[in-house]
Structure formats: structure tokens, C-alpha cells
């Protein structure tokens, strides 16, 4: 009973340790933050507003709307440390469109504890009759005068090993709708994305983590087998 009830410990620590997210925060520096939108409909008024927040490190937004009868559009965006969103959502029957950008810009160091620069990336959109609805995340990440990446990234993890050191990150996220265009008819689009920024503590392989819990299993079962010998 005692060797059961060992293994069953055991391997529920290993698959704690296999699924487990050691999620840290990055202290930031020289930090620029910015955030943008823009809407616009055939009669209504346009909807403009952009907000800035260098070398504060407190987050800004930014919201804009346009309503013309039928046709409606609203965007906004939000960015702040580590953290950003960007929205926006047309609707109607004329060409009404807006655009939601939120964008970080910062210096980081990582430790020889926390490695791993993870961003998270959670993209949702939405269209109807005519409309379209896309949300893209620009990534550029930099170590002195040497890119290490700089590209679009789709959605879910990104996760990057760059060690001990200091590199600059630049993120834009845009979100962008649109609906009503000519001999389409009416539609509704709207699109939304949500970004984070953190560092993680590498955790081991799993093999490396299943031969570290089978080979106690093994040396006990050993000793065991060797015990119930020498009683016979």
C-alpha cells in the first residue's frame, strides 16, 4: 500500500510540474505608450482620438465614435505596461469603418531565474453581411543593434528564449472593422485583441521529467523485490 500510495504522490507532483505556468512579471524601463482611434461613417461626424503617455509608465486609451442614421462606428484601445487591447465595430449600410491601435515600446532585462520572454496573443472577431473584422499583432524585438525578431504573429503563445541580458520590445496591435460597401448591402464587423507580456522560469522537458519520477519508482521496487527475497 505504502508503494502505491508513493507513486500515485509522485506522479501527480510530475504532472503538476508538466502543466504548470510559471508566469513572472518584467520590470520595464524607458517605456512608451501609445494609444489610437479612429472612426468614421458616410454621414456622421468623424470620430478621431489619440493619446500618449512618454516616459510615464501609466496606461493610456483612447475611444472614438461616429454615428450617421443608420451607420455606426466606435474603436478604442488601451495600453499600458505589458498589457494591451485594441477595438473596434461598424455597422450599417453605408461605408463606416474604425480602427482601434494600442502600442508598447520598452527596454527589459531578463535573469538567469526568468529567461523566457512569453507573450500571450488572444485575437476574437466577428462579421456579418458585408462586414470584415481583422486584428494583427506586430512584433519587434531587438538586443542592441541586432534584430532578433520582427514580424506579424498569429494567435496563442509566443515564447522566446534570449538568457541573461537586456533587449527592447515594440508591440502594435491593431484591430480593425469595417461594413456597408457598395452592392454588398448592410453588414456588421467588429474586432478585438488582448496582448500580455511576461517572463517564465523554464521548466524541464517532459521525458527529463518522467525519468526523474521513474527512476525512484525503480530503485524502490528494487529494494522492495530485495526485501521480500531475503523473508523467503
Known sequence: MEIKVSKRVLLACLAALAFSSNAIAITFSNVQLDATAIALTPTGPAGIDSQSSPPSAAPVSASADSVGGPDVATAGAIAGVGLLT??????????????????????????????????????????????????????T?????????????????????????????????????SAGFPQQGPGNGSAFGLVSVTSAIPLPAPWLLLLVGVAPLAAMKRRVGRALSKAA
Do not use: C, M, W
Open 86 to 139: 485594441a477595438s473596434a465595430d461598424a455597422t450599417g449600410t453605408g461605408i463606416s469603418s474604425a480602427v482601434g491601435t494600442a502600442h508598447f515600446a520598452a527596454s527589459f532585462l531578463l535573469t538567469n531565474l526568468e529567461p523566457v520572454l512569453v507573450l500571450d496573443f488572444s485575437p476574437l472577431t466577428f462579421a456579418t453581411g458585408s462586414g470584415l473584422g481583422t486584428t494583427s499583432l506586430y512584433l
Open 141 to 177: 524585438l531587438t538586443s542592441g543593434a541586432t534584430t532578433l525578431f520582427s514580424d506579424l504573429i498569429t494567435s496563442g503563445t509566443f515564447k522566446r528564449y534570449l538568457g541573461p541580458g537586456s533587449a527592447q520590445l515594440d508591440l502594435v496591435l491593431t484591430s480593425e472593422a
